[in-house]
């Protein structure tokens, strides 16, 4: 395989729910799923029974065609959003290429082929592709792959100002995370997603939201734009879409939407009978199941019991996050942290080096979060232990 991943040195087997176990036996309680995709956790039956049945009915035809399951995932999400039209894809990547392409059509078609250019953040990350890395604020995610693509302007998240004195004549979007999550679960502060749309409704932008990871119920509403008293134009999901099967998809309003004609974007494996199968059974299965309520009820108790290590705990420096997607922010190295967590069967992730980031399956249980509390009491109590010496 590609060294492209640095893998912890464990295989997983079999999932179920919130647990995984291991090729020697070993059993894990998992607060990442997958990278916030399986939502409805592992081998769920309701959806390992609607692949297995699309499985056995129709896989793939190309989108030459209509397929049932594409057209009823499509229905679902326009009527679940502000959106009216979806292209599907098969990445979060993928999806925000879609919505950058979207975007700059958009304006050639209105005849201001100068306006291409669009605004970023700080922090954020929107996929790997040439495209998306040179919208992606990092340097860790862009060096090595110069030159990047030219057209994204990047400014200091959760300042407005900062965006206002970067738009010129030649931009057409301002593209963002409701929630940076790879960037550390940073959430907006108050007004700023509200001051944001009003900028673009002021200078005639497009307002582009990468929901890929706060989509599909993960902060505690279907869409993290719920939360706000506003809508932005585009929305592009993944992830959690389809509870790990790949589909990524990009919602627009149709003003925006019919900007793409036939043959001005496609994808072969886009949304195939398969993968929207899937998708719309976990959609259906997250509204009709009480697993956003769950995830709004057990996100605020999450965040409870961690406020209270950081009472315990000098090197906890902040708790954040909405729903559950939820971040610790160290002023230690996490990475020790999540090695000894795994040691002693729990999965977390951590983010830039310092920031713990807790993406669990929606359906996990307050039981579940304390056993993972005292783990992480446990190992924060040796940590300390070791800096007194
Ligand atoms: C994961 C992620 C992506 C990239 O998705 P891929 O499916 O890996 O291409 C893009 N944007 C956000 C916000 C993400 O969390």
């Known amino acids: 395989m590609a060294t492209t991943y640095s ?19 070993r059993t894990y309680t998992d607060f990442v ?13 309701g959806i390992a029974r609607a692949v297995a049945d699309q499985a056995r009915r129709l896989v793939h035809v190309s989108n030459l065609y209509y397929t049932e399951p594409q057209s009823e995932l499509a229905e679902w999400l326009v009527e679940h959003s502000f959106a009216d039209r979806v292209f599907f894809c098969n990445s979060g990547a993928e999806a925000n290429e879609a919505a950058i392409k979207l975007a700059r059509k958009y304006f050639k078609d209105r005849g201001a082929p100068e306006r291409f250019r669009i605004i970023t953040m700080e922090g954020s990350f929107h996929g790997r592709t040439m495209a998306t890395l040179s919208a992606t604020g990092q340097e860790k995610i862009r060096k090595g792959f110069e030159p990047l693509l030219d057209g994204f302007d990047i400014v ?21 995370e409701p929630i940076q999550g790879e960037g550390g679960v940073l959430c907006p502060s108050q007004g700023y997603l509200e001051g944001l749309r009003k900028l673009c409704d002021k200078e005639g932008l497009l307002l582009i939201f990468d929901e890929v990871q706060t989509g599909m119920g993960r902060t505690g509403s279907l869409f993290a734009y719920e939360h706000f008293d506003m809508t932005p134009d585009i929305m592009c999901l993944a992830k959690a879409l389809a509870n790990g099967l790949p589909m990524g998809a990009m919602l627009a309003k149709e003003e925006v939407a019919k900007a793409f004609t036939p043959g001005s974007h496609a994808s072969t494996f886009g949304g195939t009978p398969l993968v929207a199968a899937a998708a719309l059974t976990a959609a259906k299965v997250l509204l009709d199941e009480g697993v956003i309520e769950n995830c709004q009820k057990v996100g605020k108790y999450f965040k409870d019991r961690l406020q209270s290590l950081k009472l315990k705990y000098a090197f906890v420096r902040e708790v954040r996050g909405e729903g559950l997607l939820i971040g610790l922010d160290l002023t230690c190295d996490g990475k020790t942290v999540v090695a000894a967590c795994m040691e002693k069967g729990f999965l977390i992730n951590c983010t830039q080096d310092h920031i713990l980031r807790f993406i669990p399956p929606l359906i996990i249980k307050e039981e579940q979060i304390d056993s993972l509390i005292a783990c992480l009491d446990a190992v924060f109590e040796g940590l300390s232990n070791s800096s007194k010496e």
């Open 7 to 25: 893998r912890f040195p464990i295989v997983l087997t079999e999932g179920r729910g919130c647990m995984l176990s291991d090729a020697e036996g």
């Open 33 to 45: 799923a997958g990278i916030a995709v399986c939502n409805l956790g592992h081998a769920h039956e």
């Open 156 to 176: 200091a998240f959760n300042d407005l100002e900062a965006v206002q004195v970067a738009v010129t004549g030649q931009t057409c979007a301002v593209m963002l």
